[in-house]
């Protein structure tokens, strides 16, 4: 089900008026975006929040790892540079319990995550 609204003023940063509910391989999300021009933008993800806000566009791969853990963006690089593809962009969230989330821009989407899967607590790519 989904509901929504519209309004031509734009969200405080730490409102909830972009607040939605997803469903992400049947487990719940609670996310917060808005829209920067014509590109939405990822502000809040299960209260960790992205300092600058992480544009979903194109190939996007989302995970959520231990924190100041690094292994998993640099086993990322192995596997883009393996399939050809390059990282875009990154963004990571403040810390919450202990773990952070990612958004990774991508050139084209990954085929294979077996790498990555160990290496992380949730991973999930979208196409945007």
Do not use: C, M
């Not at 990322?76 to 989330?101: D, P, R």
């Amino acid at each position: 089900q989904v509901t929504g609204t519209h309004s031509d003023v734009a969200p405080e940063p730490d409102s909830s008026t972009g607040l939605v509910q997803v469903s992400l391989q049947g487990t719940p999300h609670q996310v917060t975006g808005t829209v920067q021009g014509s590109t939405p933008v990822l502000r809040q993800i299960n209260g960790a929040t992205f300092k600058q806000p992480a544009p979903l566009s194109g190939p996007v791969l989302i995970y959520r790892a231990k924190a100041p853990d690094t292994s998993a963006l640099a086993t990322l690089a192995g596997l883009l540079g393996k399939a050809g593809g390059q990282l875009l962009s990154y963004h990571s969230s403040s810390t919450v319990a202990g773990e952070q989330w990612s958004v990774v821009g991508l050139s084209a989407p990954l085929s294979n995550l077996g790498e990555l899967k160990p290496r992380v607590t949730e991973v999930f790519q979208l196409h945007l």
